[in-house]
């Protein structure tokens, strides 16, 4: 069975993520802080007839991050995908959204550590098996201010565009080795009657953005596709 990572896994995308995935005969390891989410998901996709396993591990401790996806090779034999998505919907400490003019690099950094740098370790720890199979597709996922920034969102917007442009960069040098990098930006709120959403912002719901991930799997000459409502 081909594996799929999902690092940031929760009940909404990466639920459907692994559903779409999981529905084709991937297996799936669930990767995020908590393991008791994370059992809850493992225990939801099993009544679906779908194989998952958690593997708890701090994004921002690239260490931890690094020996869960160890553990995840180890446990499936391999990954064949990764999916990078995680998104703080509780508070995660050192993360505070500022506006352009207030950035600072105090508020710059943690974005950056969570939002960039998580990606780059998670890469480095599938990358290298991946290019010696000739096969793999990395997908690394962003809100649509990465490419259409918004004031509110002006140090998270600068650290998901550093990921943008590294991801379809990272696509660029991989062409011909068989391994596949693609970013996908969001740029919807995610659910239904989001109740902090700015008034007339487009939503859609997780299972209406998650074939998103198959067909950029699917479609290798991809390097990037935007959700829009």
Same mark, same amino acid.
């Given at each position: 069975?081909?594996?799929?990572?999902?690092?940031?896994?929760?009940?909404?995308?990466?639920?459907?993520?692994?559903?779409?995935?999981?529905?084709?005969?991937?297996?799936?390891?669930?990767?995020?802080?908590?393991?008791?989410?994370?059992?809850?998901?493992?225990?939801?996709?099993?009544?679906?007839?779908?194989?998952?396993?958690?593997?708890?591990?701090?994004?921002?401790?690239?260490?931890?991050?690094?020996?869960?996806?160890?553990?995840?090779?180890?446990?499936?034999?391999?990954?064949?995908?990764?999916?990078?998505?995680?998104?703080?919907?509780? #508070? *995660? /400490?050192? =993360?505070?959204? %500022?506006?352009?003019? &207030?950035?600072?690099?105090? @508020?710059?950094?943690?974005?950056?550590?969570?939002?960039?740098?998580?990606?780059?370790?998670?890469?480095?720890?599938?990358?290298?098996?991946?290019?010696?199979?000739?096969?793999?597709?990395?997908?690394?996922?962003?809100?649509?201010?990465?490419?259409? #920034? *918004? /004031?509110? =969102?002006?140090? %998270?917007?600068?650290? &998901?565009?550093?990921?943008? @442009?590294?991801?379809?960069?990272?696509?660029?040098?991989?062409?011909?080795?068989?391994?596949?990098?693609?970013?996908?930006?969001?740029?919807?709120?995610?659910?239904?009657?989001?109740?902090?959403?700015?008034?007339?912002?487009?939503?859609?719901?997780?299972?209406?953005?998650?074939?998103?991930?198959?067909?950029?799997?699917?479609?290798?000459?991809?390097?990037?596709?935007?959700?829009?409502?």
């Amino acid at each position: 069975m081909p594996t799929l990572a999902i690092v940031g896994a929760g009940p909404g995308m990466g639920l459907a993520i692994a559903r779409t995935f999981g529905s084709r005969g991937f297996d799936v390891a669930l990767i995020a802080r908590t393991k008791e989410k994370l059992e809850t998901l493992v225990d939801q996709l099993g009544q679906e007839g779908i194989t998952a396993a958690a593997f708890p591990a701090d994004i921002l401790d690239r260490a931890s991050l690094t020996d869960a996806l160890d553990a995840a090779k180890a446990h499936f034999g391999g990954i064949d995908v990764l999916e990078y998505s995680p998104a703080p919907h509780s #508070p *995660v /400490p050192g =993360l505070t959204m %500022a506006a352009p003019s &207030q950035v600072t690099v105090d @508020n710059l950094q943690p974005m950056i550590e969570y939002g960039f740098y998580g990606a780059v370790t998670a890469a480095q720890a599938v990358l290298p098996a991946m290019r010696e199979a000739g096969a793999g597709t990395l997908l690394f996922t962003t809100g649509g201010g990465s490419v259409d #920034p *918004v /004031p509110m =969102l002006g140090n %998270a917007n600068a650290a &998901q565009a550093a990921l943008r @442009n590294w991801a379809i960069n990272l696509n660029k040098e991989l062409a011909g080795t068989g391994v596949h990098a693609a970013h996908v930006a969001i740029n919807v709120w995610i659910g239904e009657g989001v109740v902090d959403a700015p008034e007339g912002s487009p939503t859609a719901t997780p299972e209406q953005i998650a074939p998103l991930y198959w067909d950029l799997h699917e479609n290798r000459d991809r390097s990037e596709a935007v959700f829009n409502a």
